[in-house]
C-alpha cells in the first residue's frame, strides 16, 4: 500500500514536471535600437530581419549588435534565409529578392504580385503569401500553383501575411480572417486553426511538424497549438504588437514591432 | 563675325528657353499629410503603395511614429486638398489636416475638424456600440462623428467597442449611428451596409454579428 502511494506521489510529480517543461516562459530580450522588425530568419547564429519602416534588412547577433545592413529593400517583410540565400519580399516594389552572397537578384515568377508580405523556401520549393491578391503562390519544385482568392470561406484567403512549407503541408497566416490555414500540397484545404481564440490579425506563424505558433497582432499575444488544432498555450509577456515568430533549438523567438525587439522564450 | 554673334546670341536664347521649360517641368509642391491610425505596418505600407498610384509622385516618405506622409507631386498637375483627402480615404485611412505648400510660395490647408465645429449651449454626454477591430477603426469611427455639427467630442475604445461621444443636446443618436454604420461600422441599433463593410480595408473587417 505504501509503494503504491509512493508511486502515485511520483506519477503526480513527473506529470507535473513534464508539463511545466512544455509552458513557455520569458528568457531574455534582444533589443534593436530604432529597428522596427516585420520578419525575421536565422543564417547560423545571426538573426537577419527585415525591418519594414526603414526599408533595409539587418543582421544581428544575440545581443542586438548589428553586424550587416541590406538597404534599399522596400517595404521587406517576412523573410526566409535556404542554403545561404536570403530571400525578401518586397511589399513595396512587388519583387521578390534573392541575395546570394551580397549580390541581389530578383526570382523570376509566374504572375505579378501586389504586396508580397512572406515568402518561405524549402528544399526545391517556395511559397508566397500575395498580400493584396488574397491568394498563396506556390512552386513544388517542377510547377507553380495559385492556392486561395478572397475570401472567409475554406479555402480562401483576407490578405494572407505569412507562409511555411512542411514536409507535406503549407501553413499560411490568413491575417483579417484571424486564423491559420492549413492546405497540402496540390493546394487543398486540410484545416483551420484559431478560430474560438478571438485573434485579431493573424500576422506571422511558425510550424514544426506538431506545433504551429501564431502572433495575433492587436491583442499582444502569441498562440501555441499543437497541429490538430488544440491551443496549448497564450503567450503574453513582452509581447507588444508581434510580426514573426521562431523556434530554434527549443528556444522560441518572437520579433515586436512596437516594442522594437525579439524576445527569447524558453520551456 | 557677325554671323558668329548671331549664333552665339542665338545659342544663349535656345539654351536659356530650354532650361526655363526644365525648371518649370521640375516644379514641385510639396504636402503634408497627417494621417490618423498608423498602427498596422501591413496597412500602413498599403498607404504609401496607393498614393505610389499617382503618376509624377516624388520623394514619397511615411513616419509611422508621427502618422506624417510626404510627397511631392508636379505644380502643373494641380492636385488639390480634396484629391489628396480622397486617395487617403481610398486607402482605408482617415486624414486629419493635409497641407499643401505650393511651388509659386503659397500654401493651402484643410481646416481641422474640431475647429470648424465648435458650437454653444447645452451638451450631454453618451455611450454607443460601436463594432470595429483597430487603430484605424478608432480614426474612422471618431472622425465621422466629429464631422457632425454639433459634436464636441468623440472617443471610441478599441477593447471596449464603446463610443463615448458629448454632443448639443439637440443632436441625436440616430443621426449619430447613421453617420456610423455609414462608415462601414455597425453599431448597436444600426447595421452597416455591406457595401461599406466590404470597402473597409482587411484589418478593420471586424466579425459581423448575425
Known sequence: MKHLFLLLVMCILFHACTNKKKKWSYLQTINLGDITPIGFAFQNEEIWISDGDHNQIIAVNSSGEVLQKIIDAQRPMHIDIEQGDLYIPEYGSDQIIKVTKGVKSIVKLPDSLDAPAGVDRYKTEIALADFYHHRVLYFNGNEWITIGKKGNELGELNYPTDIQILKDKIVVADAYNNRIQIFDKQGIPQQLIGLSEGINAATGVFATEDEIFVTDFENNRVLAYHMNGELKQIITEKINKPTDVLLKDDVLYISNYKGKNIVKMGR | ?210
Open chain 2, 1 to 210: 563675325m557677325k554671323n558668329t554673334r548671331i549664333y552665339i546670341l542665338l545659342s544663349f536664347l535656345f539654351f536659356g528657353l530650354l532650361s526655363s521649360v526644365k525648371a518649370q517641368e521640375g516644379r514641385m509642391d510639396s504636402f503634408t499629410v497627417k494621417v490618423e491610425g498608423l498602427g498596422c505596418p501591413f496597412c500602413a505600407y498599403g498607404l504609401e503603395k496607393k498614393f505610389k498610384e499617382l503618376k509624377g509622385i516624388k520623394k514619397i516618405t511615411i513616419e509611422m511614429e508621427t502618422g506624417i506622409l510626404k510627397f511631392n507631386y508636379p505644380e502643373d498637375r494641380l492636385l488639390t486638398l480634396e484629391n489628396v483627402e480622397a486617395q487617403v480615404k481610398k486607402a482605408g485611412y482617415t486624414p486629419v489636416s493635409v497641407t499643401i505648400n505650393r511651388s509659386n510660395g503659397s500654401v493651402e490647408k484643410t481646416t481641422a475638424i474640431l475647429e470648424k465645429n465648435i458650437t454653444n449651449g447645452q451638451s450631454t454626454t453618451f455611450n454607443l456600440f460601436v463594432s470595429g477591430n483597430c487603430d484605424m477603426c478608432k480614426a474612422r469611427i471618431e472622425q465621422a462623428v466629429k464631422n457632425i455639427v454639433g459634436v464636441q467630442n468623440a472617443e471610441w475604445n478599441k477593447d471596449t467597442k464603446v463610443l463615448t461621444i458629448k454632443a448639443h443636446l439637440n443632436i441625436s443618436q440616430l443621426v449619430i449611428e447613421e453617420v456610423i454604420s455609414n462608415a462601414g461600422h455597425d453599431t448597436q441599433n444600426k447595421k452597416a451596409q455591406d457595401s461599406a463593410y466590404v470597402n473597409l480595408p482587411g484589418c478593420c473587417q471586424y466579425t459581423r454579428k448575425q
